[in-house]
């Protein structure tokens, strides 16, 4: 009897013993640690206008569907070259996964950009390109045939004689150059077409506006207006319903603010060449993560351009495009 009681002690003092055990394996454990979200540097060439709001909207979409953290940084003038270098080595210095670029100068963010390939960061250009091979993707639309599109249209609009004028945004910028050389060499076809003027705002609302007054009033035999970014866009079109003069000067725009798209309706602009910021935005955070993961990507991806006007603005697809964010 005395062996059986001694037998159960040392049972249970083994069971209390493991128990114990247990606890303080429990204790000791420490959790696992949680992977770090992979972080990227959004450097776009403006901190203002609908465009580039859509364009970081895009950038959002993806960084949710792809778990990644995003910080934008922008100049407040899309002139402001030395201002966008001044953030790209900002961020450079932080030490991201990646940065994805939106370039206010062709080759004025070279040797930054090329910095920051030293350091093994990927860089993703989107909407306009930088002059370097250390770049690993570019995102965007074709500007030559964006360019080409927009003559098509004038000839359209105003027939294979004509007298236009040109805005144009700065002189000497890679999306300009390739802008202008598109529709020129497709008006060119076209004797009978006379380039009357051509002006560059410096994405200067109020000096777009008063270009387009001169113009007017140097050339009152103008018979159409093509201006080559948006703020050009809205600057020359408000001047020419200002002046009264809606229908009688064409007036083809670049890109789909809500008042170029108001100034659309109202028959002031007589159509708009669209690209696809929500689609670039994305597609340069999507480009980003796999460069990081060290997936092969496109060296060039073209985001496409569309003509809209009054008679095709309100189709499914193009309203999907205009307005990527309303169900």
């Known amino acids: 009897m005395e062996k059986t009681i001694k037998q159960g ?24 640690p949680t992977e770090q979200k992979k972080h990227l540097e959004v450097v776009l060439r403006s901190q203002n206008g609908d465009y580039w709001k859509t364009v970081k909207m895009g950038a959002e979409v993806a960084a949710k569907e792809f778990d990644v953290t995003l910080d934008f940084r922008a100049p407040g003038d899309e002139a402001d070259v030395k201002g966008q270098v001044a953030l790209l080595e900002q961020s450079i210095n932080i030490d991201p996964d990646a940065i994805v670029l939106a370039a206010n100068d062709y080759r004025g963010l070279t040797s930054v950009v090329d910095q920051a390939a030293s350091l093994n960061i990927p860089v993703i250009t989107i909407d306009s390109e930088v002059e370097t091979s250390k770049v690993q993707s570019f995102i965007g639309a074709n500007n030559y045939e964006a360019g080409v599109l927009a003559g098509k249209q004038l000839v359209k609009l105003a027939g294979t004689s004509c007298n236009i004028a040109i805005v144009s945004f700065k002189q000497g910028e890679r999306n300009a150059e390739q802008r202008e050389l598109g529709l020129l060499e497709e008006i060119a076809k076209y004797p009978d077409i006379k380039v009357l003027d051509k002006v560059y705002s410096l994405t200067n609302r109020e000096l777009a506006g008063q270009l387009t007054r001169q113009i007017i009033q140097q050339h009152p035999q103008l018979d159409g207006i093509i201006a080559l970014n948006a703020i050009s866009s809205i600057s020359v079109a408000a001047e020419i319903q200002k002046l009264g ?9 670049f890109d789909s603010t809500w008042e170029e798209l108001e100034l659309l309706q109202e028959g002031v602009i007589q159509a708009t060449i669209v690209q696809n910021p929500f689609s670039i935005g994305y597609l340069g955070v999507k480009n980003a993560v796999e460069a990081i993961k060290g997936n092969k990507i496109p060296p060039r991806v073209d985001t496409g351009i569309k003509a809209i006007d009054l008679d095709n603005m309100f189709w499914s697809d193009n309203q999907k495009l205009l307005f990527p964010f309303v169900k």
Do not use: W
């Open 9 to 32: 002690r040392l049972l249970l003092f083994a069971m209390l013993a493991a128990v114990a055990s247990m606890s303080s394996c429990t204790r000791q454990a420490e959790p696992l």
């Open 245 to 253: 003069l809606e229908g009688q000067v064409k007036i083809i725009t």
